[in-house]
């Protein structure tokens, strides 16, 4: 993985297909003298000959993504030192929260709303499945078979592309003009056994040579499998409860249920836990999710993508153009049975008692046990896990389609592209078992008919079973349509070179039907929390754009470019950048940028409906509490909080400045660092925290709404009657840091050619600001985060390749540094550190038979376990599953035919 400055970008042009042109300079005579080819860059709207360009583009070729041993776009993706697990979306996030198994990139850490992924240049559509956390553009959509490399902008470009381009652009360029026919089969699996193996099969065809046939057809279908793994597969995640860093994932709602009433707990314990585990520790019964047979940490899926594209030369020049994408992914996951009591309401507001009460007319009721602890009679609450109810087992489906046709030739010494893109995304979430409606179970299990502690009749056991509801809970569509217009040419010949121009304008509108089956309108379904309302939206973004490269001096050129968008939801914003690049000597490159960039609020921020809900028990108000000590009302009570999207919320924006320098004194050696900073602005966020809320009422007093004063207190304010968790715009992140890279290339020997490449990043900051305006460095620091991932100070990827005739050899590592683990190690505050996690793989080619070639790798070479964690963000608990494979050492695979 490089940044390729020189004679890559001219091959990359010819592999895919971009139709370069011989535009004119100056008047025909010195058009027919000075004919150059040039390609399109990402982070430009300006053709550009090999070797322009004032940006840190990282280019990752066919063949790298081939050698890393990567078989998905997120895989490739965190392999890339800009890209962090911290703000990013795995299959991995599925367990224990709700995602509908979407997978998005974070570069900077920024999350996939602020990092814009491109598709030949093209917008992808967004993930029909948005909820909070969980936004951008859906990588599974990516035909990873089909990629011919990926051009990744480390650098704001909200000038050129428009919103969400923040952290930067990840370009996907597939593969076009392919002659012939190719077939793969994969399969790999992880030597400690237990499942998680995968099994891929690619096929490619293309036919039609576009200079000679003036057309080219290709089609690619890919097909992947990958079997489940559970939790207690693995040491280092077969239990939720380690008292040595402090995690205690584990639960007091357990099967046998556990009797609070008189601290009986468990009757029979300890030799009547199972499936629940007494640990001596605590002197108790508790379920521990992660030590249970079919609890999953990595999912059972199937996923199909389809790659068509076709271009006709019409002559003149002129050249027709059409893509076809479609994809489709069916993710089927299991987690722990729910749990039901009284610690868990629910119902829309989540304000109905789930509690479980034993009367003593129950032939269940254990009067010994409750004699001893002075309760006989009493009715008894019992904490309950749903085991005859099974494994909460849910399938997401997600489908994505997307088509471009388009024209585009040249007309003097101007280039131009004309297109319409059309984008439709659907995501699906069917419930297969373990989620019972606790208006038809609850009655049940307070009925006394139900033995809580043990085996049921089995004419219980199917009336328990009956309680599930089975079936459709959510079906998205997101759309996504329009056209686009751009030219491009050289207006003026100067004594350094050309004056470059481009300008274009686009016209898109966005659709967002989210529609939650009626049934979770009533926050009845355990393990879904509150009520789900429909989401129903749509808007048209106009925007116009222009761009000019000046060549200044011989050795210096500038570029600047503006862009304005106007959305018919919040308005119009109009973005900037300026960017110079300079060739101090025929052996060092500096460059340097500055620009600005935005984020729209999206459909769901702006229109997701408001429901009501409230807070946790035990909350109190610090103005009223202190006088009238009202307890239910005003002290130890629960107050109601209002959730939803905000109509007026305002764009993020963002100031992102580059520095940097590249130093290649021959095509076999460079070496290059950039400085980058950017400064983020009306961060969206869902809500203030209650308690803060509550705490500082002086500064969010506004947040409160209240009753008028009652008679009792004329003094005093109303009681609260509601605090608003609505989206707003507030606060800040700054973020500053380098990006480093060096490449070498040894003459050839007779024991081949050796390669050696390294990208890393290195963080000096990335500050959140407090509410109080403060702010809290979150660079190797998870220390109080609520959600799973790292910004490490320092992450790199290294290879080293060897080449002799047929023979390939690929060695790679990843590094990322320590950091301050999420949770406290004691009442005190003392907190740990993660430790580093390397890691190594391994692989072989060989290409001796003609057509044929067969690959043999190892991932995790060293079957390195990961870094221990307290993290309590996932269901996944021990490690970090965001930027760790549980697999652990995974050995794979493949054998190609291709006939060209």
Same mark, same amino acid.
């Given at each position: ?45 300006? +053709? ?109 470009? $909200?000038? @050129? ?7 930067? %652009? ?19 699996? /992880? ?51 380690? /008292? ?21 707990? @468990?009757?029979?314990? /300890? ?66 049975? @729910? ?68 024209? +585009? ?69 997101? +759309? ?51 009520? @789900?309302?429909?989401? $129903?939206?749509?808007?048209? %973004?106009?925007? =116009? ?42 052996? %060092? ?76 004194? $021959? ?86 050619? %050796? +390669? ?92 001796? =038979? ?16 990961? /870094? ?33």
């Amino acid at each position: 993985m490089m940044v390729r400055r020189k004679a890559l970008a001219i091959a990359t042009a010819n592999a895919f297909g971009m139709g370069c042109a011989l535009l004119a300079v100056g008047d025909v005579q010195a058009q027919q003298a000075q004919k150059v080819e040039k390609i399109e860059v990402t982070g430009s709207n300006i +053709k550009r000959s090999e070797g322009e360009g004032a940006l840190p583009v990282t280019v990752i070729t066919r063949e790298e993504i081939d050698r890393s041993g990567a078989t998905t776009p997120i895989e490739l993706l965190n392999l890339v030192s800009a890209n962090n697990s911290a703000g990013n979306v795995s299959l991995a996030n599925v367990i224990g929260s709700l995602s509908f198994s979407a997978q998005t990139a974070s570069l900077r850490g920024l999350g996939g709303g602020r990092t814009l992924v491109l598709v030949n240049g093209k917008r992808m559509d967004s993930f029909a499945g948005e909820i909070q956390g969980v936004q951008g553009v859906n990588l599974s959509s990516i035909p990873f078979s089909a990629i011919e490399r990926v051009e990744i902008l480390k650098d704001g470009a $909200s000038a @050129v592309y428009g919103s969400d381009a923040i952290a930067g %652009v990840i370009n996907f360029i597939l593969r076009q003009d392919y002659q012939g026919a190719e077939v793969m089969a994969y399969y790999g699996a /992880p030597t400690r056994g237990g499942g998680g193996e995968i099994t891929r099969v690619n096929a490619a065809a293309g036919f039609g040579n576009l200079s000679k046939d003036r057309y080219n057809v290709l089609l690619t279908v890919s097909n992947d499998i990958q079997k489940p793994l559970d939790q207690n597969k693995r040491n280092f995640s077969n239990t939720s409860f380690r /008292p040595e860093i402090n995690l205690a994932a584990i639960s007091s709602n357990t099967f046998p249920g556990l009797i609070t009433t008189g601290g009986i707990g @468990v009757p029979g314990s /300890p030799n009547n836990c199972a499936p629940s585990t007494y640990l001596e520790l605590l002197g108790g019964c508790f379920y521990d999710p992660s030590a249970q047979p079919g609890v999953q940490m990595i999912t059972d899926n199937t996923q199909w993508n389809v790659f068509a594209s076709g271009r006709v030369e019409l002559g003149s020049g002129l050249q027709a153009y059409a893509t076809g994408i479609f994809s489709r992914l069916e993710n089927q996951y299991r987690i722990q049975p @729910v749990p039901i009591s009284s610690l868990f309401p629910y119902g829309p507001r989540l304000n109905i008692s789930s509690a479980i009460t034993l009367q003593p007319t129950s032939p269940f009721y254990p009067h010994g046990l409750a004699a001893e602890a002075g309760v006989d009679g009493q009715p008894l609450d019992v904490r309950w896990r749903a085991y005859e109810n099974g494994l909460r087992d849910t399938t997401d489906t997600n489908e994505n389609a997307q088509m471009n046709v388009g024209l +585009k030739g040249a007309w003097r010494t101007w280039d131009w592209d004309a297109s319409y893109t059309y984008a439709e995304g659907h995501t699906k979430q069917k419930l297969n078992g373990g989620f019972p409606n606790l208006d038809l179970l609850l009655p049940l299990l307070r009925s006394g008919r139900v033995n809580l502690f043990g085996p049921n009749t089995p004419e219980i056991s199917r009336e328990i079973l009956a309680t599930n509801y089975n079936g459709e809970t959510f079906n998205a569509t997101s +759309k996504n349509q329009g056209i686009q217009g751009r030219m491009s040419g050289e207006i003026y010949q100067m004594k350094n070179g050309p004056i470059s121009l481009a300008f274009g304008a686009e016209y898109r509108k966005e659709s967002l039907d989210q529609n939650p089956a009626p049934v979770l309108a009533g926050g009845t379904i355990a393990g879904f929390g509150g009520n @789900v309302l429909p989401v $129903s939206s749509s808007r048209d %973004v106009t925007a =116009f754009y222009g761009e000019l490269n000046i060549p200044v001096l011989k050795d210096l050129e500038v570029n600047v470019a503006v862009r304005n968008d106007h959305y018919s939801d919040f308005g119009s914003t109009t973005n900037p950048k300026a960017s110079i690049r300079y060739n101090a000597t025929p052996d %060092v490159l500096l460059r340097a940028s500055y620009g600005k960039g935005f984020l729209a609020p999206s459909l769901y921020q702006l229109n997701t409906p408001r429901i009501n809900g409230v807070t946790p028990a035990g909350q109190t108000d610090p103005v009223r509490c202190p006088v009238t000590n009202d307890t239910g009302l005003d002290c130890s009570t629960q107050f109601g909080v209002l959730f939803g999207g905000t109509k007026d919320l305002k764009p993020e924006t963002s100031e992102q400045t580059t520095l940097g320098v590249v130093y290649s004194p $021959s095509t076999q050696f460079s070496v290059g660092a950039d400085y980058f900073k950017i400064r983020l602005n009306d961060v969206i966020t869902n809500g203030i925290p209650f308690t803060t809320i509550l705490g500082d009422q002086d500064q969010f007093g506004y947040l409160i709404a209240r009753d008028p004063p009652d008679a009792a207190y004329p003094n005093l304010p109303g009681h609260i009657s509601q605090i608003t968790q609505v989206y707003l715009n507030l606060g800040a992140v700054h973020i500053e840091g380098f990006d480093l890279e060096a490449h070498a290339t040894w003459p050839a020997t007779r024991f081949g050619r %050796v +390669k050696f490449d390294i990208t890393g990043t290195y963080y000096r900051r990335q500050d959140a600001q407090n509410l109080d305006g403060s702010y809290t460095g979150f660079v190797s620091n998870t220390f109080g985060a609520r959600t799973t991932g790292v910004v490490p100070r320092w992450k790199h990827y290294a290879s080293l390749s060897l080449d002799n005739g047929p023979w390939q050899a690929t060695l790679g590592t990843s590094y990322q540094s320590s950091y301050i683990d999420a949770a406290a190690i004691d009442d005190e505050g003392t907190t740990r550190r993660v430790s580093t996690l390397t890691l190594w793989d391994l692989q072989g080619a060989y290409k001796g =038979f003609k057509n044929w070639t067969f690959v043999l790798g190892v991932k995790n070479l060293m079957d390195t376990d990961p /870094p221990v964690t307290n993290q309590p963000n996932s269901f996944q608990v021990g490690f970090d599953p965001s930027y760790y494979d549980p697999r652990g050492r995974f050995v794979y695979g493949s054998v190609t035919w291709a006939f060209r």
